[in-house]
């Protein structure tokens, strides 16, 4: 069974641009969480997203969003850049079932901004 | 107070030591306990969760959960180098609620 799966691996982007991310989740997962993980805080909920609807959203700014596409993958975006929004961006899926309901990540998008 | 709370480390245990790693957890109301385990360049990777007071082991593994004390711990027993990594204790507060809060890791080395 595949894992989860995220592109671009890489990106290099300047102040002020924007930037759209991808992950498509383990088949079958419904489930589709973001996390930022800087060396500062450590991994950050951002948001999840589920039967294409946003169910939690963490402390960030709204330059921040995210939305799912019906095949259960999602896309996050991040407008305006600052150069703090340097980080790696993990996704996790979930099949959403109740207690052991484990997330596995992604590999991470790898994201520097100059 | 961070939410949960982890001893960043270093933390060096000897090969075929048992390695304790520890975890406390602010929220009194939350259900579920994940360890993941994070390579250096890579994506965390799940070990072990565990939601029941007690102790759960898994082959070299044992998490242990003290839900009136708020605390978790992971105990790796025949430590091997390839054991050196970052263990991240994650804290879910609702079943069905994706939303993981994680601490900031422990760093662990193995010397052979």
């Known amino acids: 069974k595949a894992g989860v799966t995220q592109t671009p691996r890489y990106l290099i982007k300047t102040r002020g641009q924007q930037v759209t991310l991808s992950c498509s989740p383990i088949?079958?997962?419904?489930?589709v969480s973001w996390y930022q993980q800087t060396p500062g805080q450590g991994l950050q909920f951002l948001f999840e997203?589920?039967?294409?609807?946003?169910?939690n959203k963490g402390n960030f700014p709204g330059r921040f969003s995210g939305r799912q596409f019906s095949n259960s993958r999602s896309e996050m975006n991040v407008s305006t850049l600052e150069l703090g929004d340097s980080a790696l961006y993990l996704c996790?899926?979930?099949?959403?079932?109740?207690?052991?309901?484990?997330?596995?990540f992604g590999p991470g998008t790898r994201l520097t901004v100059l | 107070q961070k939410e949960v709370e982890q001893n960043s480390g270093p933390l060096s245990v000897p090969e075929g030591a048992i390695a304790s790693l520890n975890c406390t957890y602010s929220?009194?109301?939350?259900?579920?306990f994940f360890w993941y385990r994070q390579y250096s360049g890579k994506s965390p990777e799940l070990i072990m969760f565990?939601?029941?007071?007690g102790d759960k082991e898994d082959g070299r593994f044992t998490a242990q959960l003290n839900k009136a004390s708020q605390y978790v711990s992971l105990l790796i027993r025949d430590s091997q180098p390839s054991d050196s990594a970052t263990y991240l204790c994650a804290v879910n507060s609702n079943f069905g609620n994706e939303k993981l809060t994680f601490g900031t890791g422990t760093r662990l080395t193995i010397i052979p």
């Open positions: 088949s079958g997962h419904r489930s």
């Open positions: 997203y589920f039967s294409e609807t946003q169910r």
């Open positions: 996790a899926s979930s099949l959403l079932r109740q207690q052991d309901d484990e997330q596995f």
């Open positions: 565990i939601y029941s007071n």
């Open positions: 929220d009194r109301g939350s259900q579920s």
